[in-house]
């Protein structure tokens, strides 16, 4: 890729609608200039520990991502190189053997409920969206999810969510509000704001086109009349 890719991070709590907008952005934008990078796939792998112990692990805290691994992928793809994503399995919480090549493409969609966490993944973004939606919400998607895509039973769900996602929200979602340029609700109601998002990545998108322009040999600027 001749142009830099523009790097959006959509962060916001479990069920807040991030996935949703994020592929009205895809479509919006088009598959074609698009690709995601879900922080879902880069939670750490831990083969020593056995399965009852890692169902006991809390997803929800910085420390369960390996956020050196997301940092160096969202960077490589800034370069214009492509990358091998992991794939993580959340019925055995362990990483797959496969991994998915990802190739660069104009836009970097990045989502995550910690993405915002980690400065130097921070650094990488060009614009940093805040998806907000009610809790009760957030949790009965949360329970619906969890249910009919990872095989859980709903005091198991009910159980995780107090436990450590409700405080872990608390304690690190919801404060990452302060690095946000823009917050989208995601109760569905959010065209107009879907529009502000969609131009805002354009004029980034074109601001990089133009700093290509000016650094290039050949390109002239206009002189100011004196």
């Known amino acids: 890729m001749k142009k830099r890719p523009v790097i959006v991070g959509?962060?916001?709590?479990?069920?807040?609608?991030?996935?949703?907008?994020t592929r009205r952005l895809v479509e919006a934008i088009s598959e074609a200039n698009a690709v995601v990078i879900e922080q879902d796939n880069y939670y750490k792998d831990?083969?020593?520990?056995?399965?009852?112990?890692r169902d006991a692990l809390n997803f929800d805290h910085p420390d369960a991502v390996d956020f050196r691994l997301l940092a160096d992928h969202v960077g490589e793809l800034r370069e214009g190189r492509a990358v091998a994503r992991p794939t993580y399995d959340f019925t055995s919480h362990r990483r797959r053997n496969e991994t998915t090549e990802i190739a660069p493409q104009p836009v970097v969609l990045l989502e995550g409920i910690l993405i915002f966490q980690h400065k130097r993944l921070r650094d990488l973004m060009d614009l940093k969206l805040f998806v907000d939606a009610d809790a009760d919400l957030r949790f009965i998607r949360r329970l619906e999810r969890d249910m009919k895509e990872r095989g859980r039973t709903p005091e198991s769900v009910i159980a995780q969510y107090a436990a450590t996602v409700r405080p872990m929200h608390r304690e690190f979602v919801e404060p990452s509000r302060r690095f946000v340029d823009l917050v989208i609700s995601?109760?569905?109601?959010?065209e107009a704001e879907?529009?502000?998002?969609i131009r805002r990545i354009e004029a980034l998108m074109k601001g990089e086109r133009q700093k290509r322009q000016r650094?290039?040999?050949?390109?002239?600027?206009?002189?100011?009349?004196?």
């Open 46 to 53: 831990h083969p020593e520990l056995s399965p009852e112990e």
């Open 194 to 197: 879907i529009r502000v998002v």
């Open 10 to 21: 959509i962060c916001g709590g479990t069920g807040s609608g991030k996935t949703t907008i």
């Open 215 to 226: 650094k290039s040999p050949g390109h002239v600027g206009m002189r100011r009349k004196k």
């Open 186 to 190: 995601g109760d569905g109601e959010n």
